[in-house]
């Protein structure tokens, strides 16, 4: 039953971080247009989901979810009742929030990008998109990486909280175990075990990829 849950646990952190990383890049994206418009739709999405308990975000997606899609259903005519899953809310849920602070790590890691660099790629010809693929993304994804792999981290472990909608993710699965066993502390402490086994492997995954990232730069800095 825990191997059940983990395996739900890994596919719920996994596309809420596919997902959220979408939205982080599409939020940073609005929040640096020059329309204000965007930049106000952007900084009301991340000060609403960045200051709001994940647990509530996970209810309202939950129980609000079936009733707006409910309501655009029976507006096309469609008027049988169509139910929301827990797995779908638990991932809209938790991709909103990881998107939230995935804009702001975006955001920071664009403008952390020296503007003489910009300036002299469009100098030397360069198109506004092969900018941003040879001289923003590789910079900006170095500079984005610690703050995404800590928000994942945060995440990961925030999928306990879905099991409050009835998803058998680990959690949900290990207070059955406790239910039918009677043996809370045994099985806590073997889902504390796994949880922390998922975060060193997070970890050492975070630590290979900054290290990718930061070769040429740690060349430089060693020549």
């Known amino acids: 039953m825990l191997l059940q849950g983990t395996f739900i646990t890994i596919q719920l952190a996994l596309l809420s971080l596919v997902l959220g990383l979408v939205f982080g890049l599409l939020g940073a994206a609005m929040k640096l247009s020059p329309a204000w418009?965007?930049?106000l739709i952007a900084g009301f999405y991340t000060a609403v989901l960045r200051g709001v308990p994940e647990l509530v975000v996970i209810l309202f997606v939950y129980f609000g979810g079936v009733l707006i899609v409910n309501a655009v259903a029976s507006t096309f005519g469609y008027d049988r009742y169509i139910d929301v899953s827990a797995f779908a809310a638990g991932v809209t849920a938790l991709s909103l929030t990881f998107g939230a602070y995935a804009t702001e790590i975006f955001r920071g890691a664009v403008m952390a990008v020296p503007k003489g660099q910009i300036e002299a790629a469009r100098a030397c010809g360069m198109s506004p998109a092969t900018i941003g693929i040879r001289i923003l993304l590789p910079q900006v994804w170095r500079f984005a990486l610690p703050g995404l792999g800590n928000t994942f981290l945060i995440i990961l472990k925030e999928t306990a909280l879905?099991?409050?909608?009835?998803?058998?993710?680990l959690m949900r699965k290990t207070e059955i175990a406790v239910g039918y066993t009677k043996k809370p502390f045994t099985f806590f402490l073997a889902?504390?075990?796994?949880y922390l086994a998922l975060t060193?492997?997070?970890m050492a995954a975070q630590r290979g990829l900054e290290a990718r990232a930061n070769r040429g730069v740690a060349g430089r800095a060693r020549a």
């Open 191 to 194: 889902a504390a075990f796994i």
């Open 37 to 39: 418009p965007l930049r």
């Open 162 to 169: 879905v099991s409050v909608i009835g998803l058998d993710e």
């Open 200 to 202: 060193v492997v997070v």
